[in-house]
């Protein structure tokens, strides 16, 4: 069964950086899409970003465009978020997903993921 495990998340001040990670494990697969999302009580669950294994392409929200990067290392099964310029509208808990296909519809669509991390809660406040 495949198993996604997060960490890096905590508070930061406005204006500070952090950065997530996921580790999957449990799969066997050369194509599949691993995304960001992130959701806030009484909100619905929102694509932040996403990332495709067959070419690296990447998809993000308009509103972190530019200030959040997503990124992988194959090697560790790993994929990362960078999110800098952080603002207190970014808090929220943050979850890791995974489709077994490529899906370009990933951020406009978080409930077509398969499978869930447990989520990290990321704070920005002063």
């Known amino acids: 069964q495949l198993q996604l495990v997060e960490s890096g998340g905590g508070l930061v001040q406005p204006g500070g950086s952090l950065t997530l990670s996921c580790t999957a494990s449990?799969?066997?697969?050369?194509?599949?899409?691993l995304g960001w999302f992130r959701q806030v009580p009484g909100k619905e669950r929102e694509g932040v970003s996403c990332?495709?294994?067959?070419?690296?392409?990447?998809y993000y929200a308009a509103s972190v465009k530019g200030r959040f990067t997503i990124s992988r290392d194959n090697a560790k099964n790993t994929v990362y978020l960078q999110m800098n310029s952080l603002k207190p509208e970014d808090t929220a808990v943050y979850y890791c997903?995974?489709?077994?296909?490529?899906?370009?519809?990933?951020?406009?669509?978080?409930?077509?993921?398969?499978?869930w991390g447990k989520g990290t809660l990321v704070i920005v406040s002063a």
């Open positions: 997903a995974w489709k077994s296909t490529v899906y370009s519809m990933c951020v406009e669509n978080p409930y077509g993921m398969d499978n």
């Open positions: 449990g799969f066997s697969s050369n194509y599949y899409t």
């Open positions: 990332i495709s294994s067959s070419d690296g392409s990447t």
